[in-house]
């Protein structure tokens, strides 16, 4: 049987190489036009772990995240220092898809300005 903190580490490895999906994204194209965004992933709540357990293994990722509401019950993960128009969108697209690959069950929040 895995432990907690064996999961854990799974768990952060798993953000670390979506991280660097989304960071290859936007270092092989780093145009940064069009409209300035909150493009941002929606992680859906882990089992096993307490939200604010989720939120300080985002923060060990080096990436900020907080409580999602309403319909919502996961987190809205903040895309890091990638631009703030079209890089940001392919960061965040990119970092959903590889965590939809490692079987996280996620969505996409788009806003613009």
Request: glycine share 8%; with cysteine.
């Amino acid at each position: 049987m895995i432990t907690k903190a064996e999961r854990k580490e799974v768990w952060i490895d798993q953000i670390k190489t979506a991280i660097f999906a989304a960071g290859n994204a936007v270092k092989y194209n780093p145009e940064d036009n069009g409209t300035c965004n909150f493009d941002s992933v929606m992680v859906k709540k882990e089992k096993g772990f307490t939200y604010d357990e989720i939120i300080a293994m985002f923060k060990e990722c080096g990436l900020y995240a907080y409580k999602g509401s309403g319909w919502n019950k996961g987190w809205i993960v903040i895309p890091g220092n990638c631009g703030q128009a079209n890089a940001r969108t392919r960061w965040a697209e990119a970092f959903k898809k590889s965590l939809e690959r490692q079987g996280f069950e996620t969505s996409m929040y788009y806003q613009c300005d």
